[in-house]
């Protein structure tokens, strides 16, 4: 058994897509070290850069799976 962990994605709880407008469609992991949000509905795909993520960092719920 194998756990692979750097392909882990997390549901963001309370995230609304801005491109579908649905409600915890929203997952968030890591590709090459930078964070990256993206909807499981649709095709909305966000990289959030260091300035992004610092000022979106105090509304960001994330709860594991
Ligand atoms: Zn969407």
Same mark, same amino acid.
């Given at each position: 058994m194998t756990i692979e962990q750097s392909t882990k994605k997390q549901f963001i709880a309370g995230a609304k897509c801005p #491109?579908?407008? #649905?409600?915890?469609?929203l997952v968030f992991y890591r590709e090459d070290a930078k964070p990256v949000r993206e909807c499981v509905e649709c095709s909305f795909r966000e990289v959030l850069t260091e300035e992004e993520k610092q000022k979106n960092n105090l509304q960001i719920n994330i709860k594991t799976i």
């Open positions: #491109q579908c407008n #649905q409600l915890d469609v």
